[in-house]
């Protein structure tokens, strides 16, 4: 006990001659870093390490970087000096960089809107390169650089200079959509075994329906005919169609091709064993398996026209449609209901179609 107290007592006598050589300021630091040590490891009592947090990092690294090298390397630390010097230049380099982020530095980013804009134009106008672009800005007043249009559409994986004078199916089926039919046939068989066909065509803006007949032999006068009587009723509604899509099935015959022709309608057809050419007929058709076809027992031919003529009526008059924002093809939306008293108060019945394979709502009269 005496070893260890004269250890002691000489210890603490050089510690008193090491700290008539620092300064006021210097011994006040040093104590803050101290009493700082001792907020840390209270914090932490029962841990098996000591941990600092950002905000102790920062408190230390700036308080014992005024102080001497010397004498920092002799202060009583839970960490070395050096993790100390490590957290300074940490803290410096954040510094820094939030400074320079402040800064702008190279040329100022181009707006959304021009953005915006610039694609717009891309998207719309396929065979424009990025100086037809440029160009068009320059019309309407928006003054970038040609370069700037070239990043833009770069950056958005669109080809600056492209070589698109050719025009994708995707790109006829939107700047046509006014103007376009789609027509298909649908295979079903009875009860009794006998296999019927149908013939429907269906226009892509309106998404009305049209079921042209119903048949166990497509013909090729048949189907003539059946397909002649549509084209009058487009011409009685004031419906200028163009293009006409089909398959390459051979129930079509080549006269409807030259009927078609003179009613100014184009017929298209679509490439082998690509169905998704017809994607609007050939969803219509997967509805009309799902929503009657398979859950309906069709007896016969007759029973199979009646059946598709309440399902026409059906699909065209209350069937809703995303396409459409949820109206039907033949039936607007009704303005919505804005009195509370008449919410709270609804009075729905329902309508039963084709033996409650299908139900309507609608308000009580």
């Not at 309407?140 to 950056?155: C, F, H, R």
């Amino acid at each position: 006990m005496l070893l260890r107290l004269a250890y002691l007592a000489v210890s603490n006598v050089f510690a008193v001659l090491r700290l008539l050589s620092l300064s006021d300021r210097d011994k006040e630091v040093e104590s803050l870093a101290l009493r700082h040590q001792i907020a840390v490891l209270r914090r932490q009592l029962g841990s098996a390490r000591v941990r600092f947090a950002p905000e102790d990092r920062a408190f230390l690294a700036a308080l014992l970087m005024r102080l001497p090298r010397g004498v920092l390397r002799r202060l009583r630390l839970v960490v070395r000096p050096d993790t100390v010097l490590r957290w300074h230049r940490d803290l410096m380099r954040q510094r820094h960089a939030a400074a320079s982020g402040r800064r702008r530095v190279g040329r100022p980013r181009t707006c959304a809107s021009i953005r915006r804009l610039v694609l717009r134009l891309a998207r719309e106008n396929p065979s424009w390169g990025y100086r037809r672009v440029h160009g068009e800005l320059a019309l309407l007043g928006i003054g970038v650089a040609a370069s700037t249009v070239w990043e833009i559409l770069k950056t958005e994986g669109i080809d600056p200079a492209p070589d698109r004078a050719s025009t994708t199916w995707a790109d006829f089926l939107r700047s046509q959509a006014d103007a376009l039919l789609a027509m298909d046939f649908i295979e079903t068989v009875t009860l009794v075994g006998q296999r019927q066909y149908i013939l429907a065509v269906i226009e892509h803006t309106t998404r009305r329906v049209r079921i042209l007949g119903t048949t166990a032999r497509p013909t090729h006068l048949w189907v003539t005919q059946a397909i002649r009587n549509p084209v009058m009723e487009l011409e009685d509604t004031g419906f200028r169609a163009r293009f006409l899509i089909r398959d390459r099935d051979a129930k079509y015959p080549a006269l409807i091709d030259e009927n078609l022709a003179d009613a100014g309608i184009q017929t298209v057809l679509t490439g082998v064993r690509i169905p998704r050419m017809n994607a609007v007929m050939e969803r219509w058709a997967g509805i009309l398996r799902r929503e009657l076809l398979d859950r309906t027992m069709i007896w016969n031919e007759r029973h199979l026209r009646r059946a598709l003529l309440a399902y026409e009526r059906h699909y065209n008059e209350h069937r809703t449609h995303r396409s459409l924002q949820s109206a039907a093809p033949l039936r607007a939306l009704p303005a919505p209901i804005t009195e509370p008293e008449r919410i709270t108060r609804l009075d729905i019945r329902r309508r039963d179609r084709l033996g409650c394979v299908i139900h309507e709502y609608q308000h009580a009269a």
